[in-house]
């Protein structure tokens, strides 16, 4: 089983930047084997993929849209991905969650995922 917890959403004025963590814990599971990806979801849209990292190795991932104003890292001492996203505007409100994968390489699908957190939203003011 592996849980995650996702933090960090609010209100923010466009053009701000915004950190998004993700605790995440297992048990059962050897971390290493999994990729972790964040999501975003507007109201009757399916989940898109923002960005996505392999716990081993660090290998990274974004969506050609956000590739250019986010980052995604994990925390070098906890058990916490981030993502940061810079330039904030008004599309990129929307309810963000984290997921575990179990590959090695870094999934864009969401059906990859198996294990959710239950998401944060994210509102930008203009």
């Known amino acids: 089983q592996v849980q995650l917890v996702e933090t960090g959403g609010g209100l923010v004025q466009a053009g701000e930047s915004l950190r998004l963590s993700c605790a995440v814990s297992?048990?059962?599971?050897?971390?290493?084997?999994?990729?972790i990806g964040w999501f975003r979801q507007t109201p009757g849209n399916e989940r898109q993929f923002v960005a996505g990292?392999?716990?081993?190795?660090?290998?990274?991932k974004y969506s050609d849209p956000m590739k250019d104003r986010s980052t995604i890292a994990k925390d070098r001492t906890q058990d916490i991905v981030y993502l940061q996203i810079d330039s904030l505007n008004a599309e990129d409100t929307a309810v963000y969650y984290c997921?575990?994968?179990?590959?090695?390489?870094?999934?864009?699908?969401?059906?990859?995922?198996?294990?959710w957190g239950q998401g944060t939203q994210v509102t930008v003011s203009s």
């Open positions: 997921a575990a994968a179990a590959y090695k390489v870094v999934m864009q699908a969401a059906p990859n995922y198996s294990y």
């Open positions: 297992a048990s059962g599971r050897t971390l290493s084997n999994y990729c």
């Open positions: 990292m392999t716990w081993y190795g660090g290998r990274t």
